[in-house]
C-alpha cells in the first residue's frame, strides 16, 4: 500500500543487541515501502542545533561579503548561489544558498586544475571558500565540524543500511566518494506557492539527510501519484535514498522524488542537507558487479510500482564514461554560470542535451 506519512527509525535501538534486529526491519521496510524516513536519536542534535541557529545571521551577510565566496569563484560547485540562479526541472529555484564539501584538497589525480589532459571531471572536488570568521565568526568551525559528524553518522547509516538488505556491513562503502556535500539553504517566503525546489530525485548521491526547520514545505510523491507533507519532527533528520543507492540496489530501493514548496509571504525557510557522495569514478561495469552480488540476497519490493528496472541507465547513462562525467553534466546545466567561467570548453556539449 502507497505511505501516508514517513516511518521514524530510532538509531538508539541500533546499540542494544536486544532492539536492534526491530531497527534493522524498521529500516528495510522504510527502505522498500517508502525510500524516506525520519532518523532520531542520531548523536549530531547539538550541531544541528547550533548550525541552524546560526542561519539568520548567515544569510544577513551584505551581498558584497557573499560574492567573495561565490560558487563562480571556483570549478568545485561549492559556495555562495544567490536567489533565481538554480534550475531544477527546467524551472527556476526561489532559494538562496551556500554549498560546502568535505574535501580540503583538489583531487589528487589532478592536482593542476589548468591541465585540460586530465577528464574534466575531476576539476569537481576541491575545497570549499567559507566566509571568513572576521565576517561570521566560528562559522567554518561550525559547518565542518556538522560536516565531519555528518560523515560518521551516515557511514554508520550506510553500515546498518547494508545489514537490513542482507549484505555485509560494509558492502556499499567501495562505492562512497571523497567529497560529501552540505548546502545551507534559505527559501524566502513568496505570494502564491512558488518552487522553492522542483520534484526530483537526489541524483548526486548514496543517501541525503536533511536538518529542517519547523516552517515545513518538503513533500515527497507516493506511488500513488500524491504528494505526502514531510512535517518537521523536532530533533530528527530526514533521510532519503538518492539515484546512486538506486542503482546500486539494482532498483529494488528507488530513490523518491520530492520537492519543496515555497514557504507564505512573512515566513523563511533554513534548511540543511547533508548529501552522502558516490565515488567519482564509479563505472556501469562496476555497479553490475555490485548486482552480480546482491542479485539473491536483497528481497524484491513488494510494492511493485516503487521497482524501478532502469535504475542504472537513469542514474549512469552508457554514454557516460563514468559517474564523474554525468555528474559534471548535471552540475553545468543547473549552474550554467559556473560552466560559463570555469567549463567553457565543454559546457555546451551537455547544454545542448537540454535544449
Ligand atoms: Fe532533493
Known amino acids: ?14 546499540d542494544d543487541p536486544s532492539t536492534k534486529q ?10 522498500f515501502r517508502v525510500g524516506f524516513l525520519y532518523l532520531v536519536n542520531h548523536g549530531v542534535e547539538k550541531e544541528a542545533d547550533e548550525l541552524m541557529e546560526l542561519m539568520p545571521e548567515v544569510f544577513a551577510v551584505s551581498d558584497e561579503e557573499k560574492q567573495k565566496v561565490a560558487m563562480t569563484t571556483n570549478p568545485h560547485f561549492v559556495g555562495y548561489t544567490k536567489l533565481g ?4 526541472a527546467r524551472a527556476v529555484d526561489q532559494r538562496e544558498q551556500f554549498d560546502f564539501g568535505s574535501a580540503t584538497e583538489v583531487d589528487p589525480l589532478n592536482p593542476d586544475v589548468s591541465d585540460k589532459t586530465n577528464p574534466q571531471w575531476r576539476r569537481i572536488q576541491g575545497p570549499s571558500p567559507y566566509l571568513p570568521d572576521s565576517v561570521l565568526p566560528g562559522f567554518r568551525k561550525k559547518v565542518e565540524t556538522y560536516i565531519s559528524k555528518m560523515d560518521r553518522l551516515s557511514n554508520r547509516l550506510l553500515g546498518l543500511i547494508g545489514e537490513c538488505l ?3 556491513s560494509d558492502a556499499l562503502m567501495p562505492f562512497v566518494g571523497r567529497m560529501n556535500r552540505l548546502k545551507l539553504v534559505k527559501y524566502p517566503g513568496s505570494e502564491e506557492n512558488k518552487q522553492g525546489v522542483g520534484p526530483h530525485k537526489d541524483s548526486s548521491g548514496l543517501l541525503t539527510l536533511l536538518l529542517q526547520d519547523s516552517v515545513g514545505g518538503l513533500e515527497v ?25 538506486e542503482a546500486l540496489t539494482g532498483g529494488r530501493c528507488t530513490a523518491t522524488s520530492h520537492r519543496v514548496i515555497s514557504p507564505p509571504p512573512g515566513v523563511t525557510r533554513y534548511s540543511i542537507p547533508y548529501f552522502s557522495s558516490v565515488r567519482l569514478d564509479l563505472t556501469l561495469d562496476m555497479i553490475n558487479k555490485q548486482l552480480d552480488y546482491i542479485q539473491g540476497r536483497i528481497p524484491e519490493p513488494t510494492d511493485q ?6 535504475a542504472s541507465t537513469e542514474f549512469l547513462d552508457p554514454k557516460y564514461s563514468c559517474f564523474g562525467e554525468a555528474h559534471l553534466r548535471n552540475r553545468i546545466i543547473s549552474h550554467r554560470d559556473v560552466a560559463a567561467i ?7 556539449k551537455y547544454l545542448a542535451e537540454v535544449l
Open 342 to 348: 570555469w567549463y567553457k570548453d565543454i559546457k555546451d
Open 1 to 14: 500500500m502507497s505511505f501516508k506519512s514517513l516511518p521514524i527509525i530510532d538509531l538508539a535501538l541500533a
Open 305 to 310: 510500482k516503487r521497482r524501478n528496472n532502469q
Open 85 to 88: 540562479a538554480e534550475m531544477t
Open 166 to 168: 542482507k549484505l555485509d
Open 221 to 245: 510523491l507516493n506511488s500513488d501519484g500524491e504528494w505526502v507533507p514531510a512535517k518537521p519532527v523536532p530533533n530528527s533528520f530526514v533521510v532519503n535514498m538518492a539515484q546512486g543507492f
Open 22 to 31: 526491530e531497527l534493522l526491519d524498521r529500516l528495510a521496510d522504510a527502505l
